[in-house]
């Protein structure tokens, strides 16, 4: 896989989810249109770090919200970039919950959020309580919307000409936390446009990056269907994760 289809790889769970839209809260429509401009080379260049500072980092916290089925659901925890496991609290109206995710699985078991309104460490084991399953990401959100936060880490930063040649638009600049970002629409596809394309817009791209100057990403937006979901990423540390032991 190239490195420009790495960087796009998020966009591949994205893609088969775009059906998913049934219960929306903030239709894509109803959203101002930013202002797009294709990235500079230095824009390009801090792009290309962005995934392997989330590797570097090992583990990074997010915390978001979506609809699923009707449901309203608040989701806080960290995803490890390196063991390729996330793990976070649940809650809604229903009885709190923990849950644990891989590529290809997710665990679920009842469990209260600590003061934080992150699961509680350590992970129970594999004996607990747990409810597994494939995770999914063609008919449940939360499932596309796990495995598109899971796939924004990289073991080596990507090729900054091809992040640029294959469509990463500049949207805007912002701040959070009181420090400023840059609001970046992910390149759209691997490759880069044709003359007959059509033109790339700010909402060609279903995925949104906040981006310091260092290259951090400080908050991600998604678009599942026509609902954008956002997820912050808090710049601090995170536990090293890993499945629950005795788990396949």
């Known amino acids: 896989m190239s490195r420009a289809q790495r960087f796009v790889s998020a966009l591949i769970y994205v893609g088969i989810v775009m059906a998913l839209s049934a219960c929306t809260a ?67 109206a229903f009885d709190p919950q923990a849950i644990v995710w891989s590529d290809t699985t997710v665990g679920i078991i009842p469990q209260t959020p600590d003061d934080g309104g992150n699961p509680t460490l350590p992970m129970p084991a594999a004996d607990a309580e747990w409810q597994s399953r494939a995770l999914d990401a063609t008919t449940s ?28 638009l500049w949207l805007r600049d912002e701040t ?13 596809t691997d490759t880069p446009p044709e003359a007959t394309s059509s033109p790339i817009t700010a909402d060609t791209s279903t995925l949104r990056l906040w981006v310091d100057d260092t290259g951090l990403m400080r908050r991600a937006e998604v678009r599942l269907g026509d609902d954008w979901t956002t997820a912050d990423m808090p710049d601090v540390a995170g536990p090293a994760l890993a499945l629950p032991e005795g788990a396949e």
């Open 141 to 168: 959100r939360l499932d596309a919307l796990l495995a598109v936060l899971s796939s924004l880490g990289s073991d080596r930063p990507d090729n900054p000409l091809l992040v640029q040649q294959t469509g990463a």
């Open 26 to 92: 903030s239709p894509a429509a109803s959203r101002p249109a930013p202002s797009a401009r294709p990235v500079t080379t230095e824009e390009a260049q801090l792009l290309a770090v962005t995934r392997f500072n989330n590797y570097d980092a090992r583990t990074r916290p997010f915390s978001t919200a979506l609809t699923e089925q009707g449901g309203e659901l608040t989701i806080t925890g960290w995803i490890d970039y390196v063991a390729h496991v996330g793990y976070a609290s649940v809650t809604g």
């Open 176 to 188: 959070i936390d009181a420090t400023a970002v840059s609001v970046f629409a992910a390149p759209p």
